[in-house]
């Protein structure tokens, strides 16, 4: 079953903050960061683990709620070059199959 | 970079017609990934692999088949294409390490008439 991304789409004006919020009904065991430009491959922003560890990206941050299922990327003083769609990704039970989210449309103007 | 190369990156063929698409990675990661994206259903597994002549389905392989006789190269085959076989094809590497982290290429634009 795929994650659930919430919002849908997101505009923001330059420095502005924003959170990105993933969501599944089943147990996670990591959640997974992607962020894909338009025309481009999906490239990797953070992973983060079941027990507080994470890797990733030294400008973003996210969260990982294991009680309620739940993960969230913090953008704060967005560029423009955040602007993009951000999908998240779920493995369950240390699986190396991920299933992602329908993605997040972030567009950051000047 | 991750080394990842697709090919062909553009194709259009019609349906009926087999097709084969080619992921190469020149560094040496044991797992590897095709996925299918598509407007408003984000990125899917098709099928994946852990090894040489090792692979394992994912949420939509039907339709679809792998091979992998060398660590480099994983191919996707259609056997009889199909217009809902139309979408942006994505392989991806990783390493099975704590992280797992995946690397994509640059994808390949199928449309099937």
């Known amino acids: 079953q795929q994650p659930v991304q919430s919002p849908q789409a997101v505009i923001l004006r330059e420095g502005e903050d924003a959170v990105i919020n993933c969501s599944s009904s089943?147990?996670?065991?990591?959640v997974h960061w992607y962020r894909q430009k338009h025309g481009e491959a999906p490239v990797f922003l953070m992973i983060l683990l079941k027990g507080g560890e994470q890797k990733g990206h030294d400008k973003i941050s996210a969260s990982f709620n294991e009680k309620k299922q739940q993960s969230s990327l913090y953008l704060t003083a967005s560029q423009l070059s955040y602007s993009g769609t951000y999908f998240c990704g779920k493995t369950q039970g240390g699986s190396e199959k991920l299933v992602f989210g329908k993605g997040t449309k972030l567009t950051v103007n000047p | 970079d991750a080394g990842i190369t697709q090919s062909p990156r553009h194709k259009v063929t019609e349906t009926g017609t087999p097709v084969t698409l080619r992921c190469h990675q020149t560094e040496n990661h044991r797992y590897m990934y095709w996925y299918r994206q598509d407007p408003g259903h984000g990125l899917r597994l098709i099928h994946y692999s852990y090894g040489v002549k090792d692979t394992d389905k994912g949420e939509v392989s039907d339709g679809y088949s792998v091979s992998r006789s060398k660590t480099e190269d994983f191919l996707l085959t259609l056997e009889s294409a199909t217009s809902s076989q139309t979408s942006v094809y994505f392989c991806?590497?990783?390493?099975?390490?704590?992280?797992?982290?995946?690397?994509f290429g640059p994808g390949t634009r199928l449309t099937v008439l």
């Open positions: 991806a590497i990783s390493e099975p390490n704590r992280y797992n982290e995946q690397f």
């Open positions: 089943k147990a996670l065991y990591s």
